[in-house]
């Protein structure tokens, strides 16, 4: 395939597809739902603790720390909080993160 035809299929610059692939620059959190669609999996590590599974859920859905905290009704540092450890959503919040990110299911709960 052509750079040009990921490009578009991505809907990305050719220069944006051009830098990824000579890895000069990572994709946004916001190409990475076209770009797993691409691929037809993701090949970033599963994550072993809650924080690295939420990061991976969240950023397979394109969301940035903002986009997830409004999504469920919290502060945008608290993400940033459960993402680095410092912090673990429970009852309602937690039943809110598996409804916005389905991937983070029966892991969410360890």
Do not use: C
């Amino acid at each position: 395939m052509l750079q040009r035809e990921v490009a578009e299929r991505l809907g990305a610059d050719l220069k944006t597809v051009a830098s990824w692939e000579g890895q000069r620059t990572d994709p946004s959190f916001r190409h990475f739902p076209a770009l797993l669609a691409f691929l037809g999996y993701d090949p970033r590590p599963e994550g072993r603790t809650f924080g690295e599974r939420l990061y991976r859920a969240r950023t397979a859905r394109g969301l940035s720390h903002r986009d997830l905290a409004r999504l469920i009704g919290v502060d945008e540092s608290t993400v940033w909080k459960w993402e680095d450890g410092r912090h673990r959503p429970n009852g309602r919040l937690l039943s809110r993160l598996q409804e916005e990110l389905p991937k983070m299911t029966e892991k969410a709960g360890e």
